[in-house]
Structure formats: C-alpha cells, structure tokens
C-alpha cells in the first residue's frame, strides 16, 4: 500500500529541496541557525512585548554589579544613591578656597531655606496648598518605596539608571537586527536589480550602473554614511536602514551584475528566448532563480555586517536616538562606564552581538555550501 | 600472442561515494577487470559513458580522487613486477610522466594558459630527465618538430591560446612523450577535435607509436576512431568488460552483443535504414534483428519551398583602439531553400559559420545583412513584436541537453511555459493534458512532468528538449548539433525520434553537425560550409558519392573508417 502510494506520488525535490538537506546534516550549521532562531524569537517576543517590556523601569541600584560579582556600597560603585541626601564632597583642609567655598555653601543654604520661608511670608494662601503637600507626600512615598525595590545586585548586573542590562540587551537586539536585516535586505534587493539590469541589458545601461557604482565605491565609506546620515537630518532607526541600505548594495550589485552576464548567453536563456519568453521574464522567471543563491549568501552576510555597523554607527554617534535601547548606544555608554570599572553593559552587548554574529556567519558559510552549484 | 606484456590489469574494482553525506552504498564504476597491455602495441578500450574507461585509466596513474574513490582489495596493476596500486606516491610521481604519461581529451584546459607552451614542454625535461635549460630547449624544438608542428622556434614561445586546437593537442602530446614513455595512455584524444584534424592526430599517434616502440593506451567512446588505431580492442559496459580481441576479430567477428549492436547502431555514409537499430533491440532480444529496409533521400525539386534565405550575413564587432571596429563575418553569402516536411543538412568544422547561421535565423542574434522569406514576409525585417508569432513556426534543439534546459523548473513547467507564452490552450488542466501527450510522445513516462531535469539522462533530457519545441507545433525545426553530445546508442535513439516525428508532422529540419555520418543519415539535401560560406551544396547521396568540392572532399576522406587502418598505410611508407 505504501509502495503503490510512494510510487504514485512524484516525489521529486526541488534544488532547495536538496539544499536543506545538506544543510540538515551540517550540525554545526544546524546549531548555527537554532542560535540565530533563539535570537529571532526573542526579538520577536520584545516586539510584541511579551518580554522585556519593562525594560526602562530602574529596578536596581545605579550600576548594580552582577549577582556573581556581589554588592557593593555606593562609594564602591562610585556615586551617590539619589535617595541620600546630597552628599559633599569631604573638604581638603589645604585648598586655598576652601574658605570661599564654605562661604558659598552657607550662602546657598540660606537661601533655599529663607527662600521656602519667603513665600510664606508673602501671606498668600494658595488654595492647593494642601493638595500640593499631598502630592510632595506620596512622592516622597512612591519614592520611599522605589528605593526599597531597588535591588543591590541584578543577574547581569545595571547600567547608569539602574536597568536590567539582561532586558536592555533583549529590547537592544530588536533595534539592531531588525536594523541589520532590513537594511541588508534594502541593499540585496536594490543591488540585484541594478546587477540584473546592467548585466542583462549591457550596453549603454551596463555603462551607466557601473559610472553610478565607481562613484559610489569611490567615497570612503564612512564618510559617505556621515554624508548620508547628514542628509536625512534626523536620527531614527529608519534613517540608519536607509542610511546602510543605500550605501551597501554595491558588492551584491557587482556579483549579481556578473552572474547576469554569465547566465544571459547560457543556452537555456537562449531556449527561453527561442519560445517567445520576454526581456522581464527570461530576467526574473529564468535567470533570477539560477542566480538567487548569490543574493541569498549576499543578503545573509550583508545582515552580519550591518548589525555591526549599527553598532559603530550608534557609537559615533549617529545612529538611534539616546532613549532607544541598541547594542551600539549600549557600547556608546559603556566607554564612559569602563573607566569607572562598570563592564557588564559592554559584556551583554559585545557578547550578545558577537554569538549573534558568529552563529550567522557559521550558518551563512553551511548555506553557501550547501547551495554550491557544481552539486547540482 | 607472443609479445611480452608490459602492464596487465587484474581484477581491478573501483568504487565511487556518491554523496559524501548519505551513507549511500558505495556505487561500483569497475567490476573486476583484467586485460593486458602487450609491449609496442596500441590497445583501445572502448564504452559509452559509464562504462568505467576513464577510471581505469586514472587508476593505472595512481590519480583517482582520493576523497571519494576506493580501490577495492584484490586489485592488481603490474608493471615491471610490481603492483602499481601499492607503490608509495613518490615512486609513483617517478613513474608518472617519465614511464607512462598521459594525454587528455581538452587540449585547452590540460595546458597552463600563463606560460609559453616551450616552457611547458622543458619543464617535464627538467623534471624528470633534470636536463640543463639549454638542453631542454633543444629537446623542445626536436619534439615541437617531431609532432608535426611548422615552425617550432616561433611556436616554443606562443601561448596555448595563440594554439589552434590541433596544436594544441600536438604539444600535449609533444610532452606525453618528452621522456620516451613505454606506455601513452590517451583518453579521448580527439574528441574535442574537428574530424580532418582527427585524422591528422590518429595518424601522428600511430606513427610516434612505431617510431618509439611504444604501448597506447587509447580510451575512446567511438568505435569507428579505434578501428583506424588500434592493435587490439576491449570493449567495456558498465564496469564490466565485454569483449577482447584483436582489431580484425572484434570489428570483423564481434562476438559480443553488445559490441555487435555499438556497431551497428552508429549511422554509417553507407546505409541508410529507415530506423536506426538500437542497443536495446540487440540486448532484448540476444540475436542481430533483421536488417531494416533503406530509406530513400534527397529532393525531387517539387516539393513546395517552406523557407528561402538570401544572402544572409553575419558579422560580429571587435572593438579596436579608440574608435576603430574589426570586422569579423562568421557567416557572409549564405542562400538556400528549405522544401516542406524535407530535411537541410549543414556541415562544416568548428569555425565554419553553422551555428551562427542557426541561431541567425531564430533570430537569437540579428542577422547583418540578408533576408530569409517565409510564407512571403521577411523574418529580419519584421519588428520585433511581430516576430513573436513567428518564434512559435520555427524552433531550435540545443546541442548541450545539460544547458538548455534550466535546473530550476520541473519539466511541466518546461513543457507548460511556451503554451503560457503563446496562449496556447486555455487553461491550467488543458495545457497539463498537452503537456502530458507530448511527453508521451516523446517516450517518456508520465511521473517525469513533476521531476527536475537533472534527474535525467542526457537523452532524456535532449527529449525532453524536443518536446518543448514541439508544444508549439512548429514547421520548422534547427538541430543545432542535437546529438552531438550524446552517446552512440542514444544518438540513436533520438535520431530515430526526429526521423518519426517528421514523418508524422511532416515538420522540416535544419540538421547542424560536425558528424557527416549523422548528416547524410539525417538529410535530403546537404550544405557544406566552410569559414562562413557555403561550399558546395546539393542532395545528399550526390554529396557523399561525388563531392566536386576539394573542402567537401578533404572532409569525407577523414571520416574514420572501422577496419581501414592507418596504421597499415604508415608502415608501408
């Protein structure tokens, strides 16, 4: 029965088919993509909120160190808890203006206490006075009680403002793979259609998009992004997509471009022409399939270098807004914190990107194996 | 025989990994061979693809790729009483080039394309013989002289490219030889080659191989070639050896089937049978089937004219300097007429124009001056749009059934995409159904409409091909070199399948090939061309029995012959 069935039912794999087998015995690839996969779904679970949602609420101290590293006492961590009261710094007995300076710190405190008193004195009586009190009162409360949950220590440790560096790393992933993949996606899909018009038309056409790539590989790159990101004027997780993926489809563009001029003259380009097949179709019906491979490995590597670029981009400064978390504006921070000794925001973010990184590459490196032509 | 054997092969099996991943058994190429190599003899080993040949000869040179390949236990290669399969890789390096050297069938990529050919050929010298560069290069003219090639000075310091393809293959063979090797193994030296260059080579290979006393191993798919060559002849299938014997047994007494059937089923200028018989026919039924009746050819004159062509030209533009342009005419002054249900055979060598005028004429590339009148419009002068209708009346079959088809379309989609094009039957289910009939047709079986074209043999595949084209009932079919490619038994087959279907659609061939056996078989009327123009042209049996043309001449005469030794002629010199 089963036999009749299997013999009956043309079971044929595809060429992807085939691929994804080979890969399927890859383990390493295999590991590779079920890391990249965990990567996704978390970013995917931020997205919708179901994690890391809170991310933003300071739930610990001011650089509370990792759990394993243990507590520290505020002179350790090198600042005050904003609950104490302003703490000044101890006098240097030798300071030639530490007269002045006490003078001045006498002065000041007079005159916020003679301040408060003042409007007082003026004897007019503000209506909310009361409301007002118990405004300041639960604040004083709320913030009583925020000091109480402010934990010590956290897992992975916090940054500046006390968050949870584990959560800052999950919602940072979201900015900066969606980042990566979209701006790799932008530049393989506008280099692929440069590429395949140049290559298949030639001439004149051919002419221009290889004027228009010279020009572009021209410009360091750097300073072509700058020039863009100037341009575009405001900062943005849409600008940098915008930004890498107009700067970066020159390299798909020349592969593509080179692999249309190989397939073109190939003779069943030449059968699709001999049965009527037109320009578009014999481009993107017929070659584009035969050809896709290219833009895949393409897209899948551009995405590695592009989610490091976000990363610089984010340190320079010109990449998302201060109060977006990514794991660029976390190594932004992280270069003013290591001074002070604070490096598990660094950690997350250099070890979150490089597993990333590394798992794309391994599985990037097993699908360009596996879609190797000459198994066909 | 009373010659002293200078390397016999015993049981000799080899296997191949398929794939390295699955755990597939192993696919056995030689199932346990053994023949001998007699001292100062050529010995052919002759088989389809498939047949193990080439693996048997990369065997004897120990350069089997080792990733995949195993020879299995109990194999032997003795050679000056030792066993080949068993010497350290160093010893065997020695042997290489020095004892046995080897010639492959593409000329062009054997040679380095970076160094001169001179500096190829001293190279073996120093290395085996560590002759100083000053007499390396003596040698080198000494050699370059003795394989025929003019001038040998000037061609020691060309580049392979500057070669023409028989050059190139002389300096092959110049460095096979270099170290006066007792056995020259050549696998398929000439395929690559045109036919009149073909002769040239077998007869210089006969000659070296008298003048030095030296044992050819001479691997070949093509039986005709052997006869001309070889002393004695094995003829393999499938691993296996099928027959041995000497040249006049195998050719004049085959005792094996098989053999019988692989001579019986290549075209020969002689016969012209209305089918050509086929290998399955011997295998099946054990016995020779009876001989077919003779199909009569050529043209009466009142057959009505489907297509005319008129002075068709075609040149191609190499841009020179800043703004000069050099003009080169692939194919200039080509005239003929195509007769209705009739087939025009075009002959000619590489080179020749043959192709260009085929792929002109689809209008795949536009022709540069000429007119070709079909139902009284000009194919080159209508505008592109409307020759879209046209496209659908004459269709073209590729030479390279691996190339024409593409990898990523399943053969409905193949079969299915002309009848999209054109319009053709309405809907999904009716083209399915003609898709379907025509696979039938072309004799395949039904399953093949979901599977990939790699899944398929090449004759097949060249089937497969054919269907497309005829999705589009076409009136006019070009054989751009359609069975070139193809074993001689599936050549068979095909040209059996053209010659039914034209029969049944009275369809109209423009047959191009380089094969003047499968020409004369295929044609009414043939054309010969020479460097772009068309020499001579006129019915086929005329042109095979009175070639007025010297070219046409020179181009019969070097058909190999099965029995018509050269090797008998040269000694008698």
Not at chain 1, 9 to 17: C, D, E, I, K, Q
Not at chain 1, 273 to 279: E, H, K, R, T
Not at chain 2, 279 to 308: K, N
Not at chain 2, 455 to 475: H, N, V, W, Y
Request: proline share 5%; net charge neutral.
């Amino acid at each position: 029965m089963l036999n009749t069935l299997s013999s009956t039912t043309p079971t044929s794999p595809g060429l992807w088919a085939l691929a994804w087998r080979r890969l399927r015995s890859d383990r390493l690839a295999m590991l590779a993509l079920a890391v990249v996969a965990l990567f996704l779904v978390t970013l995917l679970l931020s997205a919708t909120g179901l994690v890391a949602k809170n991310w933003d609420a300071e739930i610990g101290v001011n650089y509370a160190p990792p759990t394993f590293v243990g507590a520290q006492s505020a002179e350790e961590r090198g600042v005050q808890d904003m609950n104490t009261a302003e703490a000044l710094p101890p006098e240097n007995p030798r300071d030639p203006l530490a007269a002045v300076i006490r003078q001045l710190r006498a002065e000041r405190a007079v005159v916020v206490g003679s301040g408060g008193a003042a409007i007082d004195d003026y004897g007019i009586v503000d209506p909310l006075a009361g409301e007002i009190a118990e405004i300041r009162s639960g604040q004083g409360k709320d913030h009583a009680a925020a000091a109480i949950e402010r934990r010590a220590t956290l897992p992975f440790g916090a940054d500046k403002w006390g968050h949870d560096i584990i959560l800052k790393t999950i919602k940072g992933s979201e900015t900066s793979i969606v980042v990566g993949l979209s701006a790799a996606l932008l530049a393989t899909v506008l280099g692929t259609l440069f590429g395949a018009v140049a290559g298949y038309y030639g001439q004149w056409l051919d002419d221009f998009f290889n004027w228009f790539y010279s020009v572009f590989t021209s410009i360091p790159y750097l300073l072509l992004i700058l020039a863009v990101a100037a341009v575009l004027q405001q900062k943005g997780v849409l600008t940098i997509v915008l930004i890498l993926g107009l700067t970066g489809w020159t390299g798909v563009f020349r592969l593509i471009r080179a692999e249309y001029i190989k397939h073109k003259s190939r003779e069943y380009v030449l059968a699709a022409d001999a049965i009527g097949a037109s320009d578009m179709r014999r481009m993107f019906i017929h070659i584009f399939p035969n050809v896709s491979h290219v833009a895949l490995v393409q897209l899948s590597i551009l995405s590695v270098g592009f989610i490091k670029s976000e990363v610089i981009l984010s340190f320079l400064g010109f990449g998302v807004p201060v109060g977006v978390a990514s794991w660029g504006s976390m190594l932004n921070e992280a270069q003013n914190e290591l001074i002070l000794g604070k490096w598990w925001q660094l950690a997350a973010a250099s070890v979150a990107m490089a597993v990333l990184v590394t798992a794309f590459s391994l599985f990037t490196d097993a699908l360009r194996d596996a879609l190797d032509p000459k198994l066909r | 025989m009373e010659q002293d054997i200078l390397l016999s092969v015993r049981d000799l099996r080899v296997s191949f990994r398929l794939d390295k991943l699955s755990k597939q058994a192993a696919f056995e190429a030689v199932k346990g061979i053994s023949f001998d190599i007699p001292l100062n003899t050529t010995v052919a080993l002759v088989g389809e693809s498939g047949s193990g040949k080439s693996v048997t000869a990369l065997a004897i040179l120990g350069l089997l790729p080792e990733e995949n390949a195993t020879v299995l236990p109990g194999s032997r290669i003795l050679y000056g009483g030792r066993n080949l399969l068993e010497l350290s890789r160093a010893h065997l390096r020695d042997l290489r080039g020095k004892d046995i050297s080897m010639i492959f069938q593409e000329p062009m990529t054997s040679l380095n394309p970076v160094f001169t050919v001179g500096y190829q050929i001293a190279e073996v010298l120093r290395l085996h013989l560590g002759l100083s560069p000053r007499q390396a290069q003596a040698r080198v003219l000494e050699l370059l002289n003795e394989v025929g090639i003019p001038d040998p000075l000037a061609k020691s310091l060309a580049y392979p490219f500057q070669l023409s393809g028989g050059q190139q293959q002389r300096v092959m063979i110049a460095m096979a030889i270099a170290c006066n090797p007792k056995l020259l193994i050549a696998d398929e030296p000439t395929t690559a080659l045109d036919v009149t260059i073909q002769k040239q080579i077998l007869e210089l290979l006969a000659a070296l191989q008298d003048r030095h006393h030296m044992s050819v191993l001479f691997i070949t798919h093509d039986l005709a070639v052997v006869g001309e060559i070889a002393d004695q002849v094995v003829v393999m299938r499938a691993g296996e050896i099928r027959e041995k014997g000497s040249n006049d047994q195998v050719f004049n007494q085959p005792r094996d089937i098989y053999t019988r059937a692989l001579l019986q089923c290549r075209p020969s200028p002689e016969h012209r049978p209305q089918r050509l018989p086929v290998i399955e026919d011997f295998m099946q039924a054990g016995t020779l089937p009876p001989e077919p009746a003779e199909r009569s050819r050529g043209l009466s004159g009142s057959e009505p004219v489907i297509l005319e062509v008129r002075n068709l030209g075609k040149s191609f533009f190499s841009r020179e300097g800043f703004f000069g342009q050099r003009e080169f005419k692939a194919a200039h002054g080509v005239s003929f007429r195509l007769r209705r249900g009739k087939t025009l055979g075009l002959v000619g060598e590489s080179g020749s124009g043959k192709t260009t005028v085929g792929l002109t004429l689809m209008r795949l590339h536009e022709a540069t001056t000429g007119a070709a009148l079909f139902e009284g419009r000009d194919l080159f002068a209508m505008p592109k749009h409307e020759f879209k209708a046209y496209k659908r009346r004459i269709q073209i079959v590729f030479q390279n059934p691996y190339a024409s088809l593409n990898p990523r379309f399943t053969v409905g989609q193949i079969l299915c995409e002309p009848l999209l094009i054109h319009g053709i039957g309405g809907s999904e289910a009716e083209r399915m159904r003609l898709a379907h009939e025509l696979l039938e047709r072309v004799g395949l079986d039904e399953a093949s409409y979901h599977k990939y074209p790699h899944e398929f043999s090449g004759g097949q595949r060249q089937r497969i091909a054919i269907a497309r084209c005829l999705t589009m009932k076409p009136d006019i079919l070009i054989c751009d070199e359609s069975v070139s490619a193809l074993d001689v038994s599936v050549q068979a087959q095909v040209l059996n399948l053209l010659q039914d279907l034209q029969d049944e659609f009275s369809l109209s061939y423009i047959f191009i090939s380089h094969d003047l056996a499968v020409v004369k078989y295929m044609s009414d009327e043939v054309m010969v061309m020479n460097q772009g123009e068309v020499v001579e042209c006129a019915n086929s049996d005329e042109i095979y029995l009175r070639p007025r043309h010297p070219y046409t001449q020179r181009l019969l005469n070097a058909i190999p012959k099965a029995g018509e030794r050269i090797r008998g002629q040269i000694n008698a010199d």
